[in-house]
Each structure stands twice: as structure tokens, then as C-alpha cells.
T-cell receptor, first 114, second 112 residues
Framework: AQSVTQLGSHVSVSEGALVLLRCNYSSSVPPYLFWYVQYPNQGLQLLLKYTSAATLVKGINGFEAEFKKSETSFHLTKPSAHMSDAAEYFCAVTSGGSQGNLIFGKGTKLSVKP | SQTIHQWPATLVQPVGSPLSLECTVEGTSNPNLYWYRQAAGRGLQLLFYSVGIGQISSEVPQNLSASRPQDRQFILSSKKLLLSDSGFYLC???????????FGSGTRLTVV
């Protein structure tokens, strides 16, 4: 069975500071990994995905994530936070294929202080 | 290009009333379709998914049901709403989970 753990339900950073949102996964098969962002009262938007190509994945809005198999991690980072980054972020894992479903973490709410 | 439509955006319904939320996908064929619910502080809860017309899998036993009358149409229903059905409902589609999901804009349901 697959699972995702997001460490920290709330993260607060100052504008211009490094953003680090943590995600650890469990999977018995090579995983596909995703990060989604959700702004208030909106649907989830795909930030980036890892599908067994390069381990460092670049996404939209300056975010990137690194797949580390030895640590079973897929942490999301951004060098310099903007006020517009304040949102909720979800990590997700799947084994792929037409029948597999995405398993989501519980989400991390990011606050950005001026 | 593919698009997903979900409506209504907001809904206020009294306890005991029926519910019908609709989701349609355009620009693709035979997608997998999903209904999720977000309640405050509880993350994303998968309610139903469908891999084809008339094929519905339920993840959580509850007061809701789902139907897929057409390839690109997914409907979430209830005969009698409960207060606990309040939440933010999201529809999503994919052609294969390795591609990720595309989400609709959501419906905010408040049961009063």
C-alpha cells in the first residue's frame, strides 16, 4: 500500500525566505510523485511531478522538488517566498497505470509574513 | 484542450433536502473520474471514482451516491442531506494516474 506523510500542517515563513515543505512517501513500487497547490475556495493546481526521469523537478511559480529514494522523500522548495505563495500544498503518490489512484497527504498550509 | 466544469460553485441546502452536483469533462475520452470532499482540517477525502460509464467505486460508506450516465459526466447525489455533508466538493479526471489529476474549481456546500 502507498501512503504520503506531510510533516507540518502549518508552515510560516517571511517574504523572501526559503520555503521548504516536507513530504515522505511509502511505496512498494517505483512511485510517481506530485505536488499540488490550492488557493482558498479553488480547485487543486498541479505544481510539478516526478515520473522517474530527472530527480530534481522544476515546476511552476519557481518551485522545485527533489526525489530522494534513499530517504523516501520528495520535499518542495522555493528559494524566495512571495506573498502570493500563501496557499495549501498537497503531496501525492501513485504507482501509475490506468487503475491506480492518487494518494494525497493531509496538506500543509503555507503562510507568508511581510 | 481538455477542460473540466463543475457546478454550482456554491450551494446552501437545508437538512433533509436532495443534492445533485454535476461534473463534465471536455476534450478527452474515457477518463477516470473522481469525487473528493474537503472538510475543515481533514484534507482530501476520496468519495467515489469511476473508470467507465456505469462503473462506480465507493471509497467511504456514507449518505452520498455517484453516477456516470455518460463518458464525460459524473454526478454526485444525495436523497437527504445531513449537516455533516457540508464541505468543499472537488471533481477530478485523469487518463492515467501517472499523469496526475486535473481538478475542477469545486463546489462549496453548506447544509443548514
Amino acid at each position: 500500500a502507498q501512503s504520503v506523510t506531510q510533516l507540518g500542517s502549518h508552515v510560516s515563513v517571511s517574504e523572501g525566505a526559503l520555503v521548504l515543505l516536507r513530504c515522505n512517501y511509502s511505496s512498494s513500487v517505483p512511485p510517481y510523485l506530485f505536488w499540488y497547490v490550492q488557493y482558498p475556495n479553488q480547485g487543486l493546481q498541479l505544481l510539478l511531478k516526478y515520473t522517474s526521469a530527472a530527480t530534481l523537478v522544476k515546476g511552476i511559480n519557481g518551485f522545485e522538488a527533489e526525489f530522494k529514494k534513499s530517504e523516501t522523500s520528495f520535499h518542495l522548495t522555493k528559494p524566495s517566498a512571495h506573498m502570493s505563495d500563501a496557499a495549501e500544498y498537497f503531496c501525492a503518490v501513485t504507482s501509475g497505470g490506468s487503475q491506480g489512484n492518487l494518494i494525497f497527504g493531509k496538506g500543509t498550509k503555507l503562510s507568508v509574513k511581510p | 484542450s481538455q477542460t473540466i466544469h463543475q457546478w454550482p460553485a456554491t450551494l446552501v441546502q437545508p437538512v433533509g433536502s436532495p443534492l445533485s452536483l454535476e461534473c463534465t469533462v471536455e476534450g478527452t475520452s474515457n477518463p477516470n473520474l473522481y469525487w473528493y470532499r474537503q472538510a475543515a482540517g481533514r484534507g482530501l477525502q476520496l468519495l467515489f471514482y469511476s473508470v467507465g460509464i456505469g462503473q462506480i467505486s465507493s471509497e467511504v460508506p456514507q449518505n452520498l451516491s455517484a453516477s456516470r450516465p455518460q463518458d464525460r459526466q459524473f454526478i454526485l447525489s444525495s436523497k437527504k442531506l445531513l449537516l455533516s455533508d457540508s464541505g468543499f466538493y472537488l471533481c477530478a479526471w485523469t487518463l492515467g494516474s501517472g499523469m496526475g489529476y486535473t481538478f475542477g474549481s469545486g463546489t462549496r456546500l453548506t447544509v443548514v
